[in-house]
């Protein structure tokens, strides 16, 4: 049996400004219906049981190629431009399945690996020092623009060995290429994609000058690791190597924003837990997987059915589309008590925030040392931090970000 959302409850536009603003209400009510139900809304399977989404997570019958359908399938007409930044998008880990995926996935790690990730906190320390001290002395209020957001580029663009100097152009091309990949800034479909091919042509123009004194650089950068054959023999082409660091820049960017971001927010929201964090930063760890869980950045991943299957009692056919709502499943009251209390000593914390299975998050590490270090030092050094003013939620289907955080504090 097909379980429609009741109409009662309507079909609920998870890109809309009300499902923007409070999706934990709208995913509540989805769930309490089934764990996968079906949206003629957005013509997908909205998937928010925590079972329900960690098994998806990991069938194959569900492809997360989204570009391929858009190349091969001549549904949409597209410029020699578009149809050249699309290729390389699909070279993307991402949207890939294996074996491709597994090829791309292995030499990624490869890179990661040699990056002492562990071994960042004083690097990520120092910018969040100068943003905090840049913020300070500007009197400005908004945390997001002037701490949260310059932040990850520009560490990516260190990991990827690009020079300091070219760092804020890093963030352009993100926030270009966020538009489309996140479905972020609303309904200006159009704009949205002539603003993220141009991101995305920049980068790579950029990427492939860089490339050429990566190669002879041969340094421990993720770009020199990337572009050399691997131990098991495993060479990427350019395109490739191109694609791939389009991808991590784009990846670790919005994602870590507004993963501080929210962090922050929920900290102010919950006095309590506040001032437990400050009084013990031993709780800092638990604390960030319990910022994860409670308000993540992703809210969802998307997949198209490839083979029929059954999840949750329904049969998906080959052709269908699903979302794993990952921020439903991380408030699902059969796994977590409590789901919506902030509770940063809560454990176990079986949490979806960074997805599960082949796709799983390469980043994570990165992310949360980054999320550590900087809500760290955001309280350290903005004493008597509060909230000034509401927060705005973008409207977006995956993304779960802020226009703005405008804080006051005490600091001189
Ligand atoms: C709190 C911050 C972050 C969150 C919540 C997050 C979340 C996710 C999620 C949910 C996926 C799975 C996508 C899917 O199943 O389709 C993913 C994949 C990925 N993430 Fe992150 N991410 C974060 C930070 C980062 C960072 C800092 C980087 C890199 C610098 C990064 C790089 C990637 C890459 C390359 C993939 C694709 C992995 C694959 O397809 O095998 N992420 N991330």
Known sequence: MTIHVAPGLGDPDLRGEPASRDPYAVYDALRERGPVVLSSVHRAWLITAHAAVAGAHTRPELSSDRIGPMIDGGRVSLTQESLRVLSLMRDWMVVTDPPAHTRLRRVAAAAFKRQRIALMTDLIRDRVDE???????????????????????????????????????????????????????????????????????????????????????????????????????????????????????????????????????????????????????????????????????????????????????????????????????????????????????????????????????????????EMRVAIERILDRLPGLRLAGEPQWLPSLASRAMRELRVTHDAR
Request: hydrophobic share 45%.
């Open 131 to 369: 943003l905090l001290d840049a913020f300070v002395r500007s009197g400005e209020t908004d945390l997001i623009e002037h701490v949260a957001h310059p932040l990850p580029a520009s560490l990516i663009a260190d990991l990827l060995g690009a020079p300091r100097e070219d760092r804020d152009r890093f963030r352009l091309w993100s926030d270009d290429l966020a538009l489309v990949a996140f479905g972020a800034g609303g309904e200006a479909q159009e704009e949205r994609h002539v603003r993220a091919l141009s991101g995305l042509e920049n980068m790579f123009g950029y990427f492939r000058e860089l490339l050429e004194r990566a190669r002879s650089a041969a340094d421990d950068t993720i770009l020199s690791v990337l572009a050399v054959p691997q131990p098991d023999g495993t060479r990427l082409t350019d395109d490739e190597i191109l694609s791939m660091s389009a991808l991590l820049l784009f990846a670790g960017h919005e994602t870590t924003i507004n993963s501080i971001s929210n962090g922050v927010l929920a900290l102010l929201r919950h006095p309590d837990q506040l001032q437990q964090l400050k009084a013990d930063r031993s709780l800092m760890p638990g604390a960030v997987e319990e910022m994860l869980r409670y308000d993540g950045p992703v809210k969802l991943v998307v997949r198209w059915v490839t083979r029929d299957l059954e999840l949750g009692g329904e049969v998906l056919r080959a052709g269908d589309r699903a979302y794993l709502v990952n921020s439903a499943a991380n408030r699902d009251p059969s796994v977590f008590d409590f789901p919506d209390s902030f509770d940063i000593r809560r454990s176990p914390n079986p949490h979806l925030a960074f997805g599960r299975g082949v796709h799983a998050c390469i980043g994570a590490q990165l992310a949360r040392i």
